[in-house]
């Protein structure tokens, strides 16, 4: 099963914690080199960047799997905040005054913002995360930068369409080809899940159908 961006930007984190970085996202280039299909990581360590809970509301995103959304969200926090770029590690969770996202933000002079032209990157579509990931990546290595991430804006003053890109220097980042099935064995962090069984009533106020044994939930979502 391919893994949705969301969950992969969940995993690639949590892997970077668990090997000694302190957040990581993908660049969504993928191989197999004969030992299983890989995809590019890029790790930051704690020098380079900082991780935020950011309330839901002020994304202004509720569907934790809208990432571009997420990512304008995360870039217009960060220069609200004075930072050079930011993005969400696609966590969520309530501490009991609402919905915050996991936000890792790039701290001043680790990263430059650019707006780059639509066709420089080869004109991916702004809504397909992995065409955008794989063309901000791929622009980073033709300009000799170690990494690179969009914000998902796009504006046009004239010139063109340009994207909104987040440049990470040399020596800011590392990237690591990350086995998928190393990803996918990664215990869940601190993720919940509340499925609610329910029937409903036809216009005449009778239930629909019953529902399955509840053992048949369990199996199906967990």
């Known amino acids: 099963m391919p893994l949705s961006p969301d969950r992969r ?21 993928e191989a197999d080199y004969g030992h299983g299909v890989v995809g590019g990581v890029h790790l930051l360590t704690g020098a380079v960047a900082e991780w935020r809970d950011v309330p839901r509301s002020v994304y202004g995103v509720f569907h934790i799997e809208d990432v571009p959304a997420l990512f304008r969200g995360a870039a217009t926090y960060a220069a609200s905040q004075g930072y050079p770029g930011a993005f969400p590690n696609c966590h969520q969770q309530d501490y009991g005054s609402g919905v915050v ?5 790039i701290k001043p002079g680790m990263a430059e913002w ?27 290595t033709a ?7 969009p914000t998902f804006h796009q504006a046009d003053h004239g010139a063109g369409v340009v994207y909104g890109i987040v440049l990470i220097p040399q020596g800011n980042a590392t990237w690591q080809d990350v086995l ?27 239930l629909t159908a019953t529902v399955a044994d509840r053992d048949f939930y369990r199996q199906y979502f967990f």
């Open 180 to 206: 998928i099935t190393d990803l996918y064995l990664i215990e869940p962090q601190d993720e919940r899940t509340c499925i609610i069984l329910c029937r409903f009533r036809d216009d005449t106020g009778a």
């Open 9 to 29: 930007f969940r995993l690639v984190n949590d892997y970077a914690g668990g090997h000694g970085f302190f957040a990581a996202f993908p660049n969504f280039h």
């Open 114 to 140: 650019r707006d780059v032209l639509r066709s420089e990157l080869g004109n991916p579509d702004i809504d397909n995360v992995g065409a955008m990931m794989r063309a901000a990546a791929d622009y980073a």
């Open 101 to 105: 996202y996991g936000t890792i933000l």
């Open 143 to 149: 300009e000799g930068y170690a990494a690179a991430f």
